[in-house]
């Protein structure tokens, strides 16, 4: 009788433990059903500081600031490069918050990819995202969301997370321009090295005292680019 009282309590442990088990293989298909299973959902960084700096800022494709603006700053990055990052929080804000949003000066940024093809996945990403208005704001989440080089992470769970954080409406439509659009990241990156630049983030400068861009290459603070404009005015 003792014996079979271990036995049938055993049994009990094991069916318990096997209850548990299915309980939460459960919640776990609850979660990753929530979650899309994709990475949509991806937990973004500095989306109200992205929305703060370019609010209130026309964009047309990837020009950020009035398009009749007298000067244009033309900035060639690859959206992986830690350096175009730094740029995008330190450096150009300012400008933005000052020249761009008085009407002074416009920004377009251009495609410059020297890392590696996800940088080209994530040129192509942005470029789509322009096409709904939503280029500058795609950028600017990318670069404050941005992995490390050559890490993987820059896959199409992570481009489509970015799209949504930046407000592109139609996803779908962007998923199927992005796969177009990497001729458009090859011509901006053949043109940089036209103009002699093999680094990122590197600037160009165009306006009334200067009718083609004149080549900056990678100005070391808001002040110089400030000089650039100034003596392109």
């Given amino acids: 009788?003792?014996?079979?009282?271990?036995?049938?309590?055993?049994?009990?442990?094991?069916?318990?433990?096997?209850?548990?088990l299915a309980i939460v293989a459960v919640a776990v298909l609850v979660v990753v059903s929530a979650s899309g299973g994709d990475g949509g959902d991806t937990e973004l960084e500095?989306?109200?500081?992205?929305?703060?700096?370019?609010?209130?800022?026309?964009?047309?494709?990837?020009?950020?600031?009035?398009p009749e603006a007298p000067v244009e700053l033309v900035e060639f990055g690859d959206l992986q490069c830690s350096t175009c990052k730094g740029y995008s929080e330190e450096i150009l804000p300012p400008i933005i918050e000052s020249q761009v949003?008085?009407?002074?000066?416009?920004i377009d940024f251009r495609n410059f990819t020297i890392i590696d093809d996800q940088s080209t996945a994530a040129g192509a990403a942005a470029l789509a995202a322009a096409r709904q208005g939503r280029g500058w704001n795609y950028i600017e989440l990318f670069y404050r969301n941005q992995g490390e080089e050559h890490s993987g992470y820059v896959d199409g769970a992570f481009l489509k997370a970015i799209a949504a954080g930046a407000g592109v409406e139609d996803i779908p439509k962007w998923q199927e321009e992005r796969r177009k659009l990497v001729p458009e990241v090859e011509k901006t990156t053949a043109e940089a090295e036209a103009l002699g630049f093999s680094g990122t983030p590197s600037f160009a400068v165009k306006g009334p005292k200067s009718r083609e861009l004149k080549p900056l290459g990678t100005p070391e603070s808001t002040a110089d680019l400030e000089e650039a404009i100034e003596n392109a005015s």
Avoid: Y
């Fill in 1 to 20: 009788m003792a014996a079979e009282g271990e036995r049938r309590e055993k049994l009990l442990q094991l069916a318990s433990a096997a209850t548990f």
């Fill in 46 to 66: 500095g989306r109200a500081a992205v929305d703060r700096l370019l609010a209130g800022i026309p964009e047309r494709g990837t020009v950020l600031g009035d």
């Fill in 101 to 106: 949003e008085e009407g002074e000066v416009k």
